[in-house]
T-cell receptor, first 116, second 114 residues
Framework: GAGVSQSPSNKVTEKGKDVELRCDPI?????LYWYRQSLGQGLEFLIY????????KSGLPSDRFSAERTGGSVSTLTIQRTQQEDSAVYLC??????????????FGEGSRLTVL | AQSVSQHNHHVILSEAASLELGCNYS??????LFWYVQYPGQHLQLLLK??????LVKGIKGFEAEFIKSKFSFNLRKPSVQWSDTAEYFC????????????FGTGTQLKVEL
């Protein structure tokens, strides 16, 4: 597709359930990022993938959060045993390697997660 | 670690008013600075960026920003806002010590009234 695609766009789940959020980056973009956007909190970095390098997981808030990127393309963010404080919009972004180094990220429209 | 502060969380202006949104960062080294915008119902998109050279940078839709190194600031300006500028604006920074991840401010919600 022309842009970064995320699914689902909305997800409502019960506390304690696991959720998976998917990101399909722009074709050819080697860098992929996950951010979390909470009301009044700005955008919080979660994880960064670049090619075949080990991901930068420094932003993951707890061990309930994990992410994979298969084949250097699609990425899945998994939240286990969801808590109410996990409610947020989860944003995915991609860039070319050069773009990543210079901050030109292309964002998807996000997945809004609501934990009841 | 670097951080970004946006002091105005909500701004309401009338059309044709001038705009200045504050952004300060904390990092003593080399920085690349950005403003991103999120229009209602749309995804984040790059508004403008500063890497080096002329500290006054111009972006899309008449926006500009000035990098003042001594003040660790990168304020966004527009001489005359339009109703269509209603959006949320995020300042962001990449540092030489921060790898390839953007650190964002908390955002400023701008509402322009007719």
């Amino acid at each position: 597709g022309a842009g970064v695609s995320q699914s689902p766009s909305n997800k409502v789940t019960e506390k304690g359930k696991d959720v998976e959020l998917r990101c399909d980056p722009i074709s050819g973009h080697t860098a992929l990022y996950w951010y979390r956007q909470s009301l009044g909190q700005g955008l919080e970095f979660l994880i960064y993938f670049q090619g075949n390098s080990a991901p930068d997981k420094s932003g993951l808030p707890s061990d309930r959060f994990s992410a994979e990127r298969t084949g250097g393309s699609v990425s899945t963010l998994t939240i286990q045993r969801t808590q109410q404080e996990d409610s947020a919009v989860y944003l995915c972004a991609s860039s070319t390697r050069t773009g990543g180094a210079t901050g030109e990220l292309f964002f998807g429209e996000g997945s809004r997660l609501t934990v009841l | 670690a670097q951080s970004v502060s946006q002091h105005n969380h909500h701004v309401i202006l009338s059309e044709a008013a001038s705009l200045e949104l504050g952004c300060n960062y904390s990092y003593g080294g080399t920085v690349n600075l950005f403003w991103y915008v999120q229009y209602p119902g749309q995804h984040l998109q790059l508004l403008l960026k500063y890497f080096s050279g002329d500290p006054l940078v111009k972006g899309i839709k008449g926006f500009e920003a000035e990098f003042i190194k001594s003040k660790f600031s990168f304020n966004l300006r527009k001489p005359s806002v339009q109703w269509s500028d209603t959006a949320e604006y995020f300042c962001a920074v990449i540092t030489t010590g921060g790898g390839n991840k953007l650190t964002f401010g908390t955002g400023t919600q701008l509402k322009v009234e007719l």
